[in-house]
């Protein structure tokens, strides 16, 4: 079984420039979630999707930062302007239902570096 | 609220001694739990869950965990440790019937020969 793949691996760009990061869960996971996770800090969770509907963002500051899942499959997480503070990884995850009790899949993540 | 608090940010260890990474929730509903790794420059690996039943459950690569649940715990152990186990190890809670996991702040496991 293929996992949860994400690209790029790492992106570095200057403040208040854009950049979008791509998820492709794995085949037949409805939900899918996107995490932040500051250096020293565990993941927090910015948007979780079920199929292609939002569950829950309530922890996405939603005036830069924004996320798609049009088909119910892959998803991408937009940041513009960027600031400084989202220097993280942004980690992608999918599970087969919301609240999924067997543990989520996560994929490697990928590392912004905002200068 | 539910919270995850884990009560060392770092551990370091001898190569096959014993060690334990600890980890408290506060949930005012059941939860489920679990143990995830993180080695560098990768994402989370489940490492193990308790669901229900028996409190102490075993996971991948020689760890286990035991759920308490008036201590409101559920400390990670493995009794020999490798080099390979250097990695961040993180806890984390997920109310039953709910929807979001919540996780720790993580612990840093650091294996020395």
């Known amino acids: 079984e293929a996992g949860v793949a994400q690209s790029p691996r790492y992106k570095i760009i200057e403040k208040r420039q854009s950049v979008a990061f791509w998820c492709n869960p794995i085949?037949?996971?409805?939900?899918l979630y996107w995490y932040q996770q500051i250096l020293g800090q565990g993941p927090k969770l910015l948007i979780q999707?079920?199929?292609?509907?939002?569950?829950?963002d309530s922890q996405l500051p939603k005036d830069r930062f924004s996320a798609e899942r049009l088909k119910g499959v892959d998803s991408t997480l937009k940041i513009q302007p960027a600031k400084l503070e989202d220097s993280a990884v942004y980690l992608c995850?999918?599970?087969?239902?919301?609240?999924?009790?067997?543990?989520?899949?996560f994929g490697s993540g990928t590392r912004l570096t905002v200068v | 609220a539910q919270s995850v608090t884990q009560l060392d940010s770092q551990v370091p260890v001898f190569e096959e001694a014993p060690v334990e990474l600890r980890c408290n929730y506060s949930?005012?509903?059941?939860?489920?739990l679990f143990w995830y790794v993180q080695y560098p420059n990768q994402g989370l690996q489940l490492l193990l869950k308790?669901?229900?039943?028996?409190?102490l459950v075993k996971g991948i690569n020689g760890f286990e965990a035991e759920f308490n649940k008036s201590q409101t715990s559920f400390h990670l152990r493995k009794p020999s440790v490798h080099i390979s186990d250097t990695a961040e190890y993180f806890c984390?809670?997920?109310?039953?019937?709910?929807?979001?996991?919540?996780f720790g702040a993580g612990t840093r496991l650091f294996v020395k020969a």
């Open positions: 949930s005012s509903v059941s939860v489920y």
């Open positions: 999707f079920q199929n292609n509907g939002v569950v829950d």
């Open positions: 085949s037949g996971h409805a939900t």
């Open positions: 995850a999918s599970s087969s239902t919301p609240g999924d009790y067997v543990g989520y899949t």
């Open positions: 984390a809670a997920l109310n039953t019937g709910g929807f979001k996991t919540i």
């Open positions: 308790y669901l229900s039943g028996s409190t």
